[in-house]
């Protein structure tokens, strides 16, 4: 497999994981739940919980990459 493959993808790499721990650190669960809303920020939310979520909702965990996205552009800009 070439790396180049991989260059274009910013996703390439990362866990689901790091990305709920970043976003939850960055925003906290109250803002998270007012940006997506699904009941895994909302109803007594952890890291685990979301991850179990995540992992079997596609829709949910695209929603969550795209955030974690747009939050690494805020950042980079700032």
């Keep these: 497999m070439d790396n180049n493959e991989h260059k274009n993808n910013p996703m390439h790499g990362i866990k689901l994981q790091q990305i709920l721990e970043e976003l939850e650190a960055y925003y906290g669960w109250d803002t998270l739940d007012t940006l997506i ?30 955030l974690y996205l747009l939050m690494k552009k805020k950042k980079d800009i700032s």
Excluded at 43 to 60: G, H, V
């Design 37 to 66: 809303r699904i009941n895994c920020f909302n109803n007594n939310p952890s890291i685990k919980s979301c991850l179990k979520f995540l992992r079997k909702t596609p829709w949910a965990r695209a929603k969550v990459e795209n």
